[in-house]
Nanobody, 122 residues
Framework: QVQLVESGGGLVQAGGSLRLSCAAS????????VGWFRQAPGKEREFVAA????????LYADSVKGRFTISRDNAKNTVYLQMNSLKPEDTAVYLC???????????????WGQGTQVTVSS
């Protein structure tokens, strides 16, 4: 099993930046990929970005390409999401999750953190 704890959310003005962290503990070596998802009030949870745990492959949703960057620090068992040029429509709870498969589908991800709130004001 693995435990995930997100941090780094907050309130920021449009155009600003935030860096989210996802700290993992437990059997982290068993997992192939780490993903970031987000869920806004009244909306479905959606994929944001993913990175392979041991490699350098990444995936991004079209809505965040060029603005968000996912990275990982294996020594710290932590995955980051650098978010630049934030827009009001980025407002959501951001969650990280781990998967034994590579992809963007929510059903592929087995363990989830509790999430961190990101609010972007206009």
């Amino acid at each position: 099993q693995v435990q995930l704890v997100e941090s780094g959310g907050g309130l920021v003005q449009a155009g600003g930046s935030l860096r989210l962290s996802c700290a993992a503990s437990g059997r982290t070596l068993s997992w192939y990929a780490v993903g970031w998802f987000r869920q806004a009030p009244g909306k479905e949870r959606e994929f944001v970005a993913a990175v392979t745990w041991g490699g350098s492959s990444t995936l991004y949703a079209d809505s965040v390409k060029g603005r968000f960057t996912i990275s990982r620090d294996n020594a710290k068992n932590t995955v980051y999401l650098q978010m630049n040029s934030l827009k009001p429509e980025d407002t959501a709870v951001y969650l990280c999750a781990v998967s034994t498969a590579w992809g963007t589908k929510i059903a592929q991800y087995d363990y989830w953190g509790q999430g961190t709130q990101v609010t972007v004001s206009s």
